[in-house]
């Protein structure tokens, strides 16, 4: 497709649950970023990846959260063990080239942890 | 650090009246990009504008205009003759040290 696609668009997982969450960035784009959103919020960077290179992720809030992008296309953010605080959108964004370039995101996943 | 402040948490118009958002940035960069971005209600965050911090020049594109100025730190969006399709939370963005900082957004509500 054109845009980044994320999936699922929504998830519901019971508290200490492990998910995934699946981002297919826009052809081409070398740059993908994770970032979570709470409800009222703007969205808070997570994880930082240049083609398969996870160049930064001070924003993982704890050793829980795990993002990897094996082949430099599509990323996927893990969190094991969810607690309630989990719960947020989750969105993936993509860019071109260097990461001052405008960033295209997806719908998100929203998460629900029961 | 970074920080982007969006004072107006929402604002209510009625069609056809201009409305202004306002952004305050702080950073510590001497080059820096500053961004707007429209979060419609289903939630896609679509881009509106880039702006370096070396070009204070005002930019105007269709009924939406932005207007940057270093010495006050800010980066304030207008829309003329506001429409309903433009209801919306509008985020203000600033980036620096290889990441994108947020505001925590304007809620607009345009009205019939």
């Known amino acids: 497709g054109a845009g980044v696609s994320q999936s699922p668009r929504y998830k519901v997982a019971k508290r200490g649950q492990d998910v995934a969450l699946r981002c297919d960035p826009i052809?081409?784009?070398?740059?993908l970023f994770w970032y979570q959103q709470a409800l009222g919020q703007g969205p808070e960077f997570l994880t930082y990846?240049?083609?398969?290179?996870?160049?930064?992720k001070s924003g993982l809030p704890s050793d829980r959260f795990f993002a990897e992008r094996p082949e430099g296309s599509v990323s996927t953010l893990k969190i094991q063990r969810t607690q309630k605080e989990d719960s947020a959108v989750y969105l993936c964004?993509?860019?071109?080239?260097?990461?001052?370039?405008?960033?295209?995101f997806g719908d998100g996943t929203r998460l629900s942890i029961l | 650090a970074q920080k982007v402040t969006q004072a107006q948490t929402e604002i209510s118009v009625v069609e056809k009246e201009d409305v202004t958002l306002d952004c305050v940035y702080e950073?510590?960069?001497?080059?820096?990009?500053l961004f707007w971005y429209k979060q419609p209600p289903s939630g896609e965050l679509v881009f509106l504008i880039r702006?370096?911090?070396?070009?204070?020049q005002n930019e105007i594109s269709g009924r939406y205009s932005w207007n940057f100025q270093k010495s006050t730190s800010s980066f304030n969006f207008t829309i003329t003759a506001s429409q309903v399709v433009d209801s919306a939370v509008y985020f203000c963005?600033?980036?620096?040290?290889?990441?994108?900082?947020f505001g925590t957004g304007t809620r607009l509500l345009v009205s019939p």
């Open positions: 052809s081409g784009h070398v740059s």
């Open positions: 702006r370096n911090s070396f070009d204070e």
């Open positions: 964004a993509s860019s071109f080239g260097t990461t001052n370039q405008p960033q295209h």
């Open positions: 963005a600033s980036w620096g040290f290889q990441k994108l900082v």
């Open positions: 950073t510590r960069d001497t080059t820096y990009y």
């Open positions: 990846f240049q083609n398969e290179a996870q160049l930064d």
